[in-house]
């Protein structure tokens, strides 16, 4: 198994903690990570004697990719499992290096999820985001500050991902201001000072390295006439936060709106990611300006999200305006209203509440 996830998201934790009574290397280690850049084969000379069916977990895989084909020989001659973690596939296909023949299923570790975190705090979550080291304390602003610096030192600088450094910090910057937003790759050229085909080029760079993701827009037309450009999302609201200067979110405001809608739409993308959901994350936007957040496949569910504390009629206006062309879709609407009931067609749903029903499967 690939087991890709973003820097800090508690890759090595997991697995130590869930696999302990397997061999464990780590290619962070300056010392075994030179030891078998020098000779992959060592890989073999020390497992091959190890019975059939023993694990083995190589954590940061990528770091040494030359090993890659030293595994996929114990594997196939000598019948032993390996997970085999990574910040991501990016340098896996740059590289040409061995993908295991299709042998290894590849699996992603996203941010800390609701379920996970016991005394949730959504004002933390939603001003730190949830990665696991962020989460936890009070002001993350210090820590958010490093992660960025070492992102673009190993991920960036180190693997000579792209030729101007200073520019791509700044395209970062950017991208935080497209955050939950329409891409318009002209736009973010000109702030960027490049061109349209590097941004979308530095776009991918963030895809690869599992720091971003798009939400592709809802294309099925009935009457009004929708927008089809897709929206970009940093994988966790802290980032985009910190990017953005948004340091002391408070409630009521647009910028805690901007961050709440953006949690909600993390813990969905991960859910749908941890089950293997088939059903698409889409948003569905007009060019009358009716819009939903979050349309579940092909409008089983439309979701709205506000981070308004008491709900009224003008909050449902995008919901009503997709059940005109979709009437069999179901409405939900997400918000900090505490009180969960339901208002004609619509759900209106605690985000607590919601989180519940979206980990236990209620939502889709």
Same mark, same amino acid.
């Given at each position: 198994m690939f087991l890709f996830g973003a820097r800090q998201t508690g890759k090595s934790t997991l697995l130590k903690e869930r696999f302990n009574g397997a061999i464990y290397y780590d290619l962070l280690?300056? /010392?075994?990570?030179?030891? &078998?850049?020098?000779?992959?084969?060592?890989?073999?000379?020390?497992?091959?004697?190890?019975?059939?069916?023993?694990?083995?977990? !190589?954590?940061?895989?990528? /770091? !040494?990719p030359g090993l890659l084909d030293v595994v996929h020989s114990l594997m196939v001659e000598k019948g032993l499992y390996f997970i085999l973690s990574?910040?991501? $596939?990016?340098?896996? /296909?740059?590289?040409?290096?061995?993908?295991?023949?299709?042998? $290894?299923?590849?699996?992603?570790l996203y941010p800390l999820v609701w379920p996970e975190v016991t005394d949730f705090q959504i004002d933390r979550a939603v001003q730190n985001g949830m990665i696991p080291r962020h989460y936890m304390v009070e002001d993350a602003t210090k820590r958010i500050s490093g992660y960025i610096k070492v992102y673009l030192d190993e991920e960036i600088r180190e693997e000579g991902e792209v030729r101007e450094l200073d520019s791509f910090e700044r395209f970062l910057e950017v991208a935080a201001i497209s955050d939950g937003e329409m891409l318009n790759y002209t736009n973010i050229a000109s702030d960027c000072g490049v061109s349209a085909k590097t941004v979308k080029a530095y776009f991918q760079i963030l895809?690869?390295? *599992?720091?971003?993701?798009?939400?592709?827009a809802f294309r099925k037309e009935i009457k009004r006439k929708i927008i089809q450009a897709p929206r970009f999302y940093y994988f966790d609201v802290g980032l985009a936060n910190y990017l953005m200067g948004r340091h002391s979110l /408070?409630?009521?405001?647009?910028?805690?709106?901007?961050? &709440?809608?953006? &949690?909600v739409m993390q813990e969905m993308i991960a859910y749908k990611g941890y089950f293997d959901k088939r059903d698409v994350i889409s948003y569905w936007h007009t060019y009358d300006k009716k819009?939903? +957040?979050a349309v579940i496949g092909d409008a089983k569910v439309a979701i709205e999200i506000k981070s308004t504390e008491h709900v009224e009629n003008k909050h449902k206006k995008g919901l009503k305006a997709?059940?005109?062309?979709?009437?069999?879709?179901?409405?939900? *609407?997400?918000?900090? +209203?505490?009180?969960?009931?339901?208002?004609? +067609?619509?759900?209106?749903?605690?985000?607590? +509440? &919601? *989180?519940?029903? *979206?980990?236990e499967g209620k939502v889709f």
């Amino acid at each position: 198994m690939f087991l890709f996830g973003a820097r800090q998201t508690g890759k090595s934790t997991l697995l130590k903690e869930r696999f302990n009574g397997a061999i464990y290397y780590d290619l962070l280690n300056p /010392k075994i990570r030179r030891a &078998f850049k020098l000779n992959p084969n060592s890989l073999w000379e020390a497992l091959q004697d190890k019975p059939a069916g023993t694990l083995i977990i !190589v954590d940061e895989i990528l /770091k !040494v990719p030359g090993l890659l084909d030293v595994v996929h020989s114990l594997m196939v001659e000598k019948g032993l499992y390996f997970i085999l973690s990574g910040s991501s $596939a990016r340098k896996l /296909k740059r590289s040409g290096a061995n993908t295991l023949g299709g042998r $290894a299923i590849p699996e992603t570790l996203y941010p800390l999820v609701w379920p996970e975190v016991t005394d949730f705090q959504i004002d933390r979550a939603v001003q730190n985001g949830m990665i696991p080291r962020h989460y936890m304390v009070e002001d993350a602003t210090k820590r958010i500050s490093g992660y960025i610096k070492v992102y673009l030192d190993e991920e960036i600088r180190e693997e000579g991902e792209v030729r101007e450094l200073d520019s791509f910090e700044r395209f970062l910057e950017v991208a935080a201001i497209s955050d939950g937003e329409m891409l318009n790759y002209t736009n973010i050229a000109s702030d960027c000072g490049v061109s349209a085909k590097t941004v979308k080029a530095y776009f991918q760079i963030l895809y690869d390295t *599992l720091i971003g993701y798009e939400i592709p827009a809802f294309r099925k037309e009935i009457k009004r006439k929708i927008i089809q450009a897709p929206r970009f999302y940093y994988f966790d609201v802290g980032l985009a936060n910190y990017l953005m200067g948004r340091h002391s979110l /408070k409630r009521g405001t647009d910028d805690y709106g901007h961050a &709440f809608e953006h &949690f909600v739409m993390q813990e969905m993308i991960a859910y749908k990611g941890y089950f293997d959901k088939r059903d698409v994350i889409s948003y569905w936007h007009t060019y009358d300006k009716k819009e939903v +957040d979050a349309v579940i496949g092909d409008a089983k569910v439309a979701i709205e999200i506000k981070s308004t504390e008491h709900v009224e009629n003008k909050h449902k206006k995008g919901l009503k305006a997709f059940k005109e062309e979709h009437p069999d879709c179901r409405l939900i *609407l997400v918000s900090l +209203d505490p009180i969960t009931r339901k208002s004609e +067609d619509t759900e209106l749903l605690y985000v607590l +509440d &919601f *989180l519940k029903m *979206l980990w236990e499967g209620k939502v889709f």
